[in-house]
């Protein structure tokens, strides 16, 4: 049987998730009819692949499993029975949400909302962090040739999360304010970048001085560490009572700043819960301060697209720590386990 070399999971949890990780070779992807394979150039670490390691996943596990959620490349071959997707040889980013394709949410376009919702680098789909992946035919995207494959491969995962928090979900819009935590994170660096773009007031909270300093080179107005109930305080009064919304990723560590720095009738939207997932829940601010707490889980295909589009008028430049070889996976891994990384860390299989 052909094989590829890939990145992946060979024992799931224990103490050290990281010797879970196997640079290799595994079995070519089969090609399914309705399915493509794609010729991966970058692909991108998501927080998503070290759940994987350690053992989190909303589905049963198996190993070995490959890793990864996001890839840009090179449409290889098409299944049987595809119609109308990019032909071979088109440079496409591949949208990693998989729904079942017959309920009412995949049917409206919101795969993202189906109760049987997988993502590529999940069981029983093969993962992004590989030279060949399968990929539903219709989750191909076409790239435009201004938009390099390295910044692609930052969009279908962090990119996409930080865009339908700000516009769907907190429906942020221009002269608006956003409270955006943990701010050195995939996802919180992208929607510092992308909130900058669209306008909205960026205020971002760090444990790092550095990555406070990233923030507000990335546009933010001011930074402060997630501790720091002077600053909190002190933001609070400026934006008069709050900001309209605050980009919740961490968890436990920063919600009840959360729930301090959002205006009456504000909205948090969470998206992931890094430090953990049971922070008390203060319902009483909850309700005495009217707030909505919304919850968001990766985009649909068309807000893939827009990104794609903002990316091609060079208006959106993803913030990239480092492009590496799938060779270098350990390094990039332990990065994003220690919280070292500034933005997306992308491996390049070619
Ligand atoms: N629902 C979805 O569709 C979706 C999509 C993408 C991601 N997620 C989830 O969202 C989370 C972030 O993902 P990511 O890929 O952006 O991860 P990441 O790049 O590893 O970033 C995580 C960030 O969280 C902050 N953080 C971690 N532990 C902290 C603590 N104890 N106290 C304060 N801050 C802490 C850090 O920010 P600082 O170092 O700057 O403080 C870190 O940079 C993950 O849990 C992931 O699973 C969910
Ligand atoms: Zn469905």
Redesign the pocket.
Known sequence: MASVRAVYARAFGGEDPLANLEVGEQPEPELRPGWALVRVTAAS????D??TLRGVSSRPLAAPQVLGCDAAGRVEALGEGVEGAPPPGTRVVCHSVIGCGTCASCRAGHP?LCHRLT?LGEPPHGGTLAELVAVPAANLVPLPDTVGDEAAACLP??Y???Y?MLFTRAGLRPGMSVLV??????????AILLATLAGIEVH?????PA??RL?EEMGARGSF??DDRAAARELSQRTRGGVDAVLD??????WELSLRAVRPAGVVV???????ANPAALLNRVFWRQLTVA?????TRAELERLVGLCASALLRPLIDRVMPLAEARSAFAD??S?R?R???VLAPG
């Open positions: 670490l998501n927080h998503h070290l759940w993202n993502l995962t962090a996409l999360t930080a339908r935590q943990g701010a050195g994170g995939g996802v919180a660096s992208a971002a909270t760090s444990r790092d990555k406070r923030a560490a997630p990723t961490v968890g436990e560590a920063t969470v998206a992931g819960a890094t430090s953990g919850g968001t889980t990766m985009g994003l386990a919280g990384q933005g997306k860390l």
